[in-house]
């Protein structure tokens, strides 16, 4: 995707339509101030959790994995808010990963309607990823927000990648 993109000169880096985030980690390097932002609470929180805690995120990841099921993973999914964020992230990554095509989707009452699946992950991986991204966030503008909030510069760098919605 890298070489796709337009020659710059770019200052700042805007990311609308957050997601996962795969440009950005790839193309961090080259900005000096980047803002990342989504209108997903809990994938915002989760993005401040990373850059904040990753060694707390990555405990708690530790203890889900090991502890599970089926059984666990619908308790997990049915306890899921909290007070912490750092529980917030690592329910919220555990509940993608061991999810049925680790698809993020939400009941109209906003409740988790992600169904299980019994795939693994490899914990380590999911860990290293953690501490990169972690090191890679340092600096960055994380926001809950509505893109139509961003306020790009002449010679700033946009990325759109909106949500697909279903037909």
Known sequence: ????LPSGPYYNYYEPFLGGGALFFQVRHLFKQCFLSDINLDLITSYHAVK?????VNRLLNLYHKNHSENY????????YSNDPNDITAKFIYLNKYSFRGIYRLNRDGTSAQTFSDKRYLKLHICSRINKCSNLLAGVSICAMDFSFIEPQQNDFVYFDPPYHES
Not at 1 to 4: A, G, Q
Not at 52 to 56: I, S
Not at 73 to 80: A, Q
């Open 1 to 4: 995707m890298i070489e796709h």
């Open 52 to 56: 904040k805690n990753p060694n707390e």
């Open 73 to 80: 993973y619908y308790k997990i999914r049915d306890n899921y």
